[in-house]
């Protein structure tokens, strides 16, 4: 019997089998692969598939993003990192001590120079490492490397990597570990539990489930990781990237079709969709403020 690769529980079952989506839609394995669902801690999970090395090479980059141009990646990250940090607040950042985990390109750390006192960049991938190191940010392929430089943090943010890494309560200790007495963690995954998956869950699921995303989180397993990481004070709400004419386009193509496909709804009626998906749990994305 399999073991829960988050908890260590041994009830767990298998709630899907098939080829996985492997890098932008449309690419899929030919292999079919098991997703697991523990009962004890709530988390769905992938066995470790993925080459040990994958996220050092610019291999995810290319089947994910289908570039490694990063001007290609600014444009696609740029207005992500303004709802960031419009939801978190410039003054959260301002003469304070950065750590973005898993940050790519940079593109968030770059919004905060001349806000924040330092930034410091956690990224495996090789191939960004130059780029971010013009902007005279610290920059570490792993939070074990930052860690073991001694430097502390006041501020650390992780937005949609926690669910790539192949143990998050390590990953989860590594960013506690760093932080200042009092500092603050920022983190946003994708909630298993969203509003597509709970309407048409067969066509989602194949959209979803991807080799390169190990844990698929929702509130409980959530918390179960970041207490086991020793976050003692913390809050897990919700926040959701999308309008409602991504659902609607969802539920008519049974595919991904992007934003803004109908000029029926107004800003006023998307916010209010995203709201109500906020406040029942069933947004695009958890998100976490935690203190150390």
């Avoid at 919004?111 to 991938?125: C, D, N, Q, R, Y």
């Avoid at 539920?251 to 995203?274: C, H, V």
Wanted: charged share 20%; aromatic share 14%.
């Amino acid at each position: 019997m399999i073991e829960c690769a988050l908890c260590h529980a041994k009830e767990c079952e298998s709630i899907y089998f098939n080829p996985l989506r492997r890098g932008s839609f449309g690419k899929v394995t030919q292999q079919k692969y098991h997703v697991w669902f523990c009962q004890n801690c709530g988390v769905h999970f992938l066995e470790d598939i993925l080459p040990g090395d994958y996220y050092n090479s610019p291999q995810y980059r290319e089947e994910y993003n289908d570039t490694l141009d990063v001007s290609k990646f600014y444009q696609e990250y740029d207005a992500n990192d303004t709802q960031k940090i419009a939801k978190i607040g410039l003054h959260a950042f301002r003469d304070k001590s950065v750590a973005d985990f898993g940050t790519a390109g940079g593109t968030f750390l770059q919004a905060l120079h001349g806000v924040a006192k330092m930034t410091i960049a956690i990224e495996p991938s090789k191939h960004f490492h130059q780029t971010l190191q013009k902007t005279n940010t610290h920059v570490f392929s792993y939070g074990k490397d930052l860690c073991q430089s001694g430097i502390k943090i006041d501020v650390a943010t992780s937005f949609d990597v926690i669910e790539h890494v192949s143990d998050p309560v390590t990953y989860l200790r590594e960013i506690y570990d760093a932080l200042e007495s009092g500092a603050k963690l920022y983190l946003k995954t994708p909630n298993h539990e969203d509003i597509i998956h709970a309407m048409i869950p067969e066509a989602y699921d194949a959209f979803n489930y991807r080799t390169a995303h190990l844990f698929y989180f929702n509130k409980t397993s959530l918390h179960y990781a970041l207490q086991k990481a020793g976050f003692q004070e913390f809050s897990i709400s919700y926040v959701h990237d999308y309008d409602i004419s991504n659902l609607l386009f969802w539920l008519k193509e049974q595919r991904p079709t992007g934003l803004a496909k109908s000029d029926i709804f107004d800003a006023a009626f998307n916010d209010m969709y995203r709201n109500y998906l906020q406040s029942k749990g069933l947004a695009s994305h958890l998100w976490v403020e935690a203190i150390r």
